[in-house]
């Protein structure tokens, strides 16, 4: 006999709105951790790395809210989540810019900390998120973000120590220009993913 409780999807809901929940609080608390950081330090890269935190959390939340919703809200979700990492990723090459006109060297021995904390903790969120993500569009999203944070901290870090090598910007704004590269690369992905998905459920639609 079959069981048509569904108690099994509201089981794996649950599941997802705890990763997500847990994963939302860490990004944004290096959010806030690494704005702190990158304006105290003079560092492009961590500002960067810290509006990268934000879109994630932007992501997660909307991820969040789309759980359980018809596909319809998920994929339009999943949509504002690109739109967002687009939007954030030219954000972060305006900072990169203004910075390379002004003045001040960035510290890259508190690059190299913070970047090492946030390192640490996207490790533990793409851990988590890894655990999901075969399922809808908005995981798939949360994982690529995820992976390119990890990508992001290890940038930040290999800066720092060029900075400290150095006594150079230099690595700093290509860091932050790199990282810039990666969170628009991931907004694009995710709505080149979302048209598909997308394209999917208007065929199965006009079959059925």
Sequence with gaps: MTD????????????QRSTLRIVLAI???????EVIAGLLAGSTGLLADSLDMLADASVYAIS???????SGIR?????????LQIVL?????????????????????????VGGVAL????????????????????????????????ANIGVIISGALVLWTGSQV?????GILIATV?????IRILAETKQESGHQETDEKRG
């Design 27 to 33: 990004n944004a608390t290096m959010f806030i951790a």
């Design 64 to 70: 969040l809210y789309a759980i359980g919703r018809g």
């Design 89 to 113: 990723g030219f954000g972060i090459l305006i900072e990169a810019a203004r910075r390379f006109f002004g003045d001040g060297e960035p510290i890259g021995f508190a690059m190299m900390v």
């Design 171 to 175: 690595p700093d704004l290509v860091t």
């Design 75 to 83: 994929l339009k979700a999943a949509t504002a989540s690109g739109v």
């Design 4 to 15: 048509d409780c569904g108690c099994e999807f509201d089981a794996v809901n649950d599941q």
């Design 183 to 187: 969170v628009l690369k991931g907004g």
């Design 120 to 151: 640490v903790a996207n490790a533990i969120c793409l851990k988590m998120i890894s655990k999901h993500k075969r399922g809808d569009v908005n995981f798939r999203a949360s994982y690529i973000f995820s992976a390119n944070d990890v990508i």
